[in-house]
């Protein structure tokens, strides 16, 4: 018998509804848009599971609702065997710690007047990590997994290319020592060569350090490229879920045929490699 596979996060029946009203506001009671829809889904220890959705599907929302961001109105979300969606004060600190988010625009999660080195440091001493009272050791470890030079400590984020500053990013989110990884459209502002080198980086991450990821993006191409398995949001609900390979070759709901048809994308178990993809500058020739 093949044992069950150990789970990092799961999310159960998670529903989210917001107030909304029309062009004339007086005197017409709000109506309810409900964004997530009784959403379930797993995320295993040491992979990385792709949400795709065309924008306004609500998978931001939904991302969100899994750190609390946004408190969501009924379901259930477990890191390892503890309920998120229940945990408040010291706990929710220290969960927060586990957990930790990635946002599409690096540049407003980083604060301006902080170098790289004190940005980390900081997130470091919050979350009383091992090793960061030897700041400059600290900080030259985190560097070294994202893959950027000693230098950059001392930059600040307005000195840094984007895809620098997405990298940073990524580093101070592992500096309070996560086991999940939530990146919501983390390279989808970044031009072709660029994000593949982040995301031969997110599976250096997964594969190194046995992170676990939730990975999520309309660039079907993006999840082809890194995804172990695949669910597919439509409207607030989750209308297909497999694996990666089976999702592209296979699909069986009419709204995952009709993103890959919108989305080219690569042989869905190949690595990129960045040094065989096009420049910035033949991409915008």
């Not at 005197?27 to 306004?56: C, F, N, Y």
């Not at 030259?140 to 930059?155: E, I, K, M, P």
């Not at 984020?157 to 020592?177: D, F, K, M, T, W």
């Amino acid at each position: 018998m093949t044992e069950a596979p150990d789970v990092a996060l799961s999310v159960d029946s998670l529903t989210k509804d917001f107030k909304t009203r029309g062009p004339a506001t007086r005197g017409v009671a709000p109506t309810m848009h409900r964004a997530v829809d009784s959403v379930s889904l797993t995320l295993v220890k040491g992979e990385i599971l792709g949400l795709a959705g065309a924008s306004g599907s609500g998978k931001t929302t939904l991302a969100r609702c899994i750190v609390r961001l946004i408190e969501p109105d009924t379901g259930h979300v477990k890191l390892g065997g503890t309920d998120v969606t229940q945990a408040r004060g010291k706990q929710l600190r220290m969960l927060r710690r586990r957990i930790q988010m990635i946002f599409q625009d690096p540049y407003a999660s980083l604060n301006p007047r902080l170098t790289v080195a004190s940005a980390l440091t900081e997130v470091g001493r919050v979350h009383r990590r091992p090793g960061s009272e030897d700041s400059e050791a600290f900080v030259r470890n985190l560097l070294q997994q994202v893959h950027l030079a000693s230098g950059t400590a001392s930059r600040r984020p307005n000195e840094l290319s984007g895809g620098q500053r997405q990298r940073v990013a990524i580093a101070r989110a592992l500096a309070a020592g996560p086991e999940v990884l939530i990146a919501d459209e983390a390279v989808s502002a970044l031009d072709v060569s660029i994000q593949a080198q982040l995301l031969n980086l997110f599976l250096d991450l997964r594969d190194e350090i046995g992170l676990s990821i939730l990975f999520v993006t309309h660039q079907l191409a993006v999840l082809a490229a890194v995804a172990d398995r695949i669910a597919i949001m439509q409207d607030g609900r989750i209308v297909e879920s497999a694996d990666s390979t089976s999702i592209f070759r296979n699909p069986q709901h009419a709204y995952t045929r009709a993103l890959i048809d919108a989305h080219p994308h690569a042989n869905p178990r190949l690595r990129f490699d960045a040094r065989e993809l096009p420049t910035s500058a033949e991409v915008n020739a």
